[in-house]
């Protein structure tokens, strides 16, 4: 193989920069309060992730310069609501910096995504802030006016595309009488997609989990549609709604957090692909991304114990 | 193209391309040192003492030991110092070397021992003799003995001629299959007519382009293939060379010679042949001396013990400060200076600007390691616990199956020096197993100790025992005899009476 090495700073970076498209659709979408909350979090985890250096003594410029924490901030940024109120943002990441990165020893050693075991802090904590989503395009003014509480929120919000589903199924209405094209969350994922298609070509991630974890999920959802097409939705639905597409390409191939044998993360993904729809479908919260994956990162240790690749010659 | 292949390995250009690959050979050096410690086994004993004339190719040193071969003058002069001096080794310790100072005149002293007919009227062991004594060891680096190794594999059914030359960078095999294409061909076949294999197979990497048509030019036998390989980094290692040649995979543990292969380096075969055919004995080697800091790569052949600094003197080199590291930029080693010398297994010495060295990063478990591992490994677990020394658990994920070909530390972006960390596992790992058997053997003592003394305390006791009833019976037989004799006193003593109360009466 002969591809460019980058080094770990230098992958933290591309992976940001891969995110630009799914950003991009998000703020065309909601607007730019998306870079607000970006820039809050991106703050907090630096400052955090600084003064928790310091109290455990380790050097501070080499592990804030790696691009890491910054990478955390932002996922966890575009993965709430962008009207969310500042402190939740605030909170999440200083949460994901303290209970899911350094406790642990910093990077490298967490075995949690830092970022998903901020969101599902948030999301139990805080669940209708948490699910509140923009119902449409708001100016950068009305933002600052939401997010930091000068005006009220009543109007401005709507529910998600799952989160529809959900409340309409529990009252009796069936799949094909809803009107369930979201535009804004098609597009949102295919910004995700390409960005993802980005990184497997610069070699940055490996094939194995998103294909896997995408296959996951078409597989249950369309076991579940065979089963009623009326109570469950297809797997297309599925595929381009919700955090489907960042967690395939972006969360769930967190290398720390994941599985790390060639075999092993194909299990890795298909699980979390599987438990992305089960949670969806039969779970108390509409999106699933983060408990799914969390539920895999418990799991890495096993699977890579039992996936250990035939050494030469035994 | 091969049928097999190895998973992992690296295509990694050469670092330092020669234009003309071409083996210079250069002028007598004034002295040389010469070591008598090799790769493994134990230090050769000098045979000669300072002051004493030695010619060319003289013995100076032997030992009885099946992993060493005798050492021979590389030039004719005088010894003039038999002590100790730092090797180039990882370790940095000292050994003994004999120092010859030359008397210029390379005067040789009569090699026709042994073999001296053609070679296929002589017997197997007649010609594994002759190369003993000409002390030809694995030119590629390993430096074991070629005798014992070609006599383990006896029986075998392919030969393989290890020329994919084992690093980027070195040139010194290409520049002698270039130079002696005639030699590696009737070297090889030799080589048939000892180990009686079948065929041979000359493995040599596709960038070799002159030498690759050097030898098909030479080869007329038909039991001699000159494969052409793709240029991959650890192709060269013998079970990998194996396995892309034939397909075998050898088993952890055991060896080529194992599966009916015997591997040799095509330096070695070289070496051979003029020990065989042409009763020359080791004294010189091809050497590649390359670096950044080096204007034109050269490949030299140079008389054994000759300073490195003296092989610098015929390049170039660049002004600054220098890395200075012999046998590779993958595996070899980082030497402290250039005041060493060059042994027989020293195929290369890189001269390189010095650069700031990046810093390391944390591992994020990225599994670029484990995709280029040649032997499957899973470099990101054995890096874990090797960190956190759980040497266990690092042994369970196959840590003693590295060959450290740095391949892992090579492609890690966190530039983390994996291997060194698994050498260091490794050694500890060896030390455990050395304090357990020490710890185990003190307890065999300590329970044979307690169950000697439990043995004599009843054995004593028993003693005792027999003793007392000894005595019993003794004493109940003295007091049945004083009875008897009592009983025949008293008789007596009766009769007395009886008789004296008659003569009384």
């Known amino acids: 193989m002969t591809v460019k090495l980058l080094n770990t700073n230098q992958i933290m970076r591309q992976v940001s920069y891969a995110l630009a498209l799914g950003i991009g659709a998000q703020v065309y979408f909601f607007g730019l309060s998306v870079f607000i909350q970006i820039f809050l979090a991106c703050i907090t985890g630096l400052i955090t992730e600084a003064l928790f250096l310091r109290l455990r003594g380790s050097e501070i410029k080499p592990a804030i310069i790696d691009g890491s924490v910054v990478l955390t901030a932002i996922l966890l940024a575009i993965s709430i609501p962008s009207i969310a109120p500042w402190w939740i943002i605030v909170l999440g990441v200083s949460f994901a910096v303290i209970f899911g990165k350094q406790i642990f020893g910093g990077l490298g050693n967490n075995p949690f995504n830092p970022a998903m075991l901020g969101y599902a802090f948030l999301l139990i904590s805080y669940p209708m802030q948490m699910t509140q989503w923009p119902a449409d395009y708001l100016s950068m003014s009305q933002a600052v006016d939401v997010i930091f509480g000068l005006s009220n929120i009543d109007g401005l919000t709507g529910a998600t595309s799952l989160d529809h589903l959900k409340t309409q199924l529990t009252m009796g209405i069936s799949i094909q009488e809803l009107e369930l094209n979201s535009i804004s969350q098609l597009w949102i994922n295919i910004g995700f997609l390409l960005g993802g298609i980005y990184?497997?070509?610069?070699?940055?991630?490996?094939?194995?989990?998103?294909?896997?974890?995408?296959?996951?999920?078409?597989?249950?959802?369309?076991?579940?549609?065979?089963?009623?097409?009326?109570?469950?939705?297809?797997s297309l639905f599925h595929l381009v709604n919700g955090a489907t597409m960042l967690a395939a390409f972006f969360i769930a191939t967190d290398p720390v957090s994941a599985s790390t044998t060639p075999s092993g993360r194909?299990?890795?993904?298909?699980?979390?692909?599987?438990?992305?729809?089960?949670?969806?479908?039969?779970?108390?919260?509409?999106d699933a991304v983060a408990f799914a994956v969390l539920l895999l990162n418990i799991t890495v240790p096993l699977i890579d114990f039992y996936t250990q690749p035939k050494v030469f010659g035994k | 193209m091969l049928k097999y292949k190895y998973n992992g390995g690296l295509k990694l250009d050469n670092p330092y391309p020669i234009n003309e690959i071409d083996l210079i050979r250069i002028p007598l050096p004034d002295k040389v040192v010469l070591p008598m410690q090799q790769r493994i086994g134990n230090q050769a004993i000098p045979i000669v003492s300072v002051g004493e004339r030695v010619l060319t190719g003289q013995i100076i040193a032997t030992i009885d030991d099946q992993r060493c071969a005798p050492v021979h003058a590389s030039i004719s002069g005088t010894v003039v110092a038999i002590d100790e001096h730092v090797y180039a080794h990882k370790s940095g310790l000292k050994g003994l070397c004999v120092t010859i100072e030359s008397d210029g005149k390379d005067e040789w002293v009569d090699t026709s021992i042994g073999c001296t007919e053609h070679y296929e009227n002589c017997t197997a062991n007649t010609i594994y003799n002759k190369i003993r004594v000409s002390g030809i060891v694995g030119m590629g680096g390993a430096g074991f003995p070629t005798h014992t190794k070609v006599r383990l594999a006896e029986g075998c059914h392919t030969l393989i001629v290890n020329a994919t030359e084992c690093e980027p960078g070195i040139t010194c095999d290409a520049a002698l299959m270039e130079a002696y294409p005639t030699k590696v061909i009737r070297g090889v076949e030799v080589l048939l007519y000892i180990c009686k294999a079948e065929r041979a197979?000359?493995?040599?990497?596709?960038?070799?382009?002159?030498?690759?048509?050097a030898l098909k030019k030479f080869c007329n036998n038909e039991n001699i293939t000159i494969e052409v390989m793709p240029t991959k980094y650890t192709s060269g290692a013998e079970k990998l060379l194996l396995k892309s040649l034939l397909g075998i995979e050898v088993p952890t543990g055991k060896f080529a010679s194992d599966v009916g292969v015997l591997c040799q380096n095509v330096g070695t075969v070289v070496a051979?042949?003029?020990?065989?055919?042409?009763?020359?004995?080791?004294?010189?080697?091809?050497?590649?001396?390359?670096?950044?800091?080096?204007?034109?790569?050269?490949?030299?052949?140079?008389?054994?013990?000759?300073?490195?600094?003296?092989?610098?003197?015929?390049?170039?080199?660049?002004e600054g400060s220098h890395k200075i590291s012999m046998n590779g930029l993958m595996m070899g080693i980082e030497l402290d200076s250039t005041n060493y010398s060059v042994s027989k297994n020293t195929n290369c010495v890189f001269i390189d600007q010095l650069e700031e060295s990046k810093p390391t990063k944390e591992c994020i478990r990225c599994g670029l390691c484990n995709t280029v591992c040649p032997v499957d490994l899973l470099p990101q677990e054995l890096y874990w616990y090797s960190k956190s020394k759980n040497i266990d658990k690092a042994v369970e994920y196959n840590l003693l199956d590295c060959i450290e070909c740095n391949c892992c530390s090579y492609v890690c972006p966190s530039q983390i020096p994996l291997v060194n960390y698994y050498q260091h596992s490794k050694a500890l790992y060896k030390q455990q197993v050395k304090e357990k058997q020490q710890t185990e053997n003190a307890r065999e003592r300590f329970e044979f100790r307690e169950l000697r003394l439990e043995r004599n305390k009843r054995e004593r006791a028993e003693m005792m025992e027999a003793k007392k009833i000894a005595l019993k019976e003794k004493m109940a037989k003295d007091k049945a005899q004083k009875a008897v004799i009592e009983a025949a006193l008293e008789r007596v003593n009766t009769a007395k009476s009886a008789q004296g109360s008659q003569d009384d009466g």
Do not use: C, H
């Open chain 2, 201 to 213: 197979i000359v493995a040599i990497e596709d960038d070799k382009q002159d030498a690759i048509k």
């Open chain 1, 199 to 234: 990184l497997l070509l610069r070699r940055i991630i490996f094939w194995q989990i998103p294909v896997s974890l995408l296959l996951g999920v078409v597989v249950m959802s369309t076991a579940l549609f065979l089963v009623d097409s009326d109570q469950f939705a297809s």
């Open chain 1, 266 to 286: 194909l299990i890795y993904g298909f699980l979390i692909g599987i438990l992305i729809v089960i949670i969806r479908v039969f779970g108390g919260y509409p």
């Open chain 2, 272 to 318: 051979m042949f003029d020990a065989v055919v042409e009763n020359r004995p080791l004294i010189s080697r091809a050497v590649t001396v390359a670096g950044s800091a080096v204007k034109e790569s050269k490949n030299f052949q140079v008389r054994l013990g000759a300073s490195y600094d003296y092989l610098l003197s015929f390049v170039d080199i660049k």
